[in-house]
């Protein structure tokens, strides 16, 4: 293994110096930070969290509903009679129906936020080489900086560590706020003709069980 690596840095510093005395032009952005100032990120994680408040909406009826058919259940009719078993399988089917409705639509949402997700990287990736074009650079590299306030994990501080993919760079390599720029503009430009980014909100309709007559009175 020391050997391994000892010829491993050998041939990083063999080539290391040939490689410097190309015309290679090196930049780097902080990804990191493009994807927080980018204005596409906050109007899509504002329409998720509204997504998501109505999904809550709909889940904390059913459940109200589910609450409100077992106290009548309780209440109105007496254990082992057959309306008392039925209005219980109806109680049943209203809390499958509650578990698959948070499952199934939970389970869109997420999806259609890796999406966006993926679609801001797109977006920042191609941001990144009309810069790079512009300023005739052949590679960047992504940067990150350790947080301002250090975390009290010991763990996270490692992560953070081995996270870093660029130690050093100048000033003038870093085309973070350049990325920035031209990523807000054209997201800008583009909106207005086509309208804010919309994300379909699931159009969920419980079936209403069907209420049974009330139980004869003796």
Not at 128 to 135: D, I, L
């Amino acid at each position: 293994m020391i050997r391994r690596l000892s010829y491993a840095v050998a041939l990083v510093l063999a080539v290391g110096p040939q490689f410097a005395q190309g015309s290679t032009k090196v930049a780097v952005v902080n990804v990191g930070a493009v994807s927080e100032k980018y204005s596409k990120t906050a109007d899509l994680e504002a329409q998720f969290d509204a997504v998501r408040r109505k999904l809550n909406q709909e889940r904390d009826s059913m459940k109200e509903k589910i609450e409100k058919a077992n106290r009548s259940l309780q209440e109105e009719l007496k254990p082992g009679t057959d309306e008392f078993r039925a209005r219980r399988k109806q109680v049943a089917l209203m809390e499958a129906e509650l578990q698959w409705f948070v499952e199934s639509e939970g389970q869109k949402v997420e999806k259609g936020l890796a999406e966006s997700l993926r679609s801001i990287f797109d977006d920042i990736h191609d941001a990144v080489r009309e810069v790079a074009q512009e300023k005739s650079v052949e590679i960047v590299l992504a940067s990150d900086q350790l947080p301002a306030e250090t975390p009290d994990s010991p763990t996270q501080v490692r992560q953070h560590i081995l996270l870093q993919k660029v130690l050093f760079w100048t000033p003038s390599l870093d085309l973070t706020e350049e990325v920035i720029t031209k990523l807000n503009a054209g997201y800008k430009a583009a909106t207005p003709p086509a309208g804010p980014i919309t994300i379909e909100s699931p159009q969920i309709k419980p079936k209403e069980p069907a209420q049974p007559a009330p139980p004869k009175k003796p």
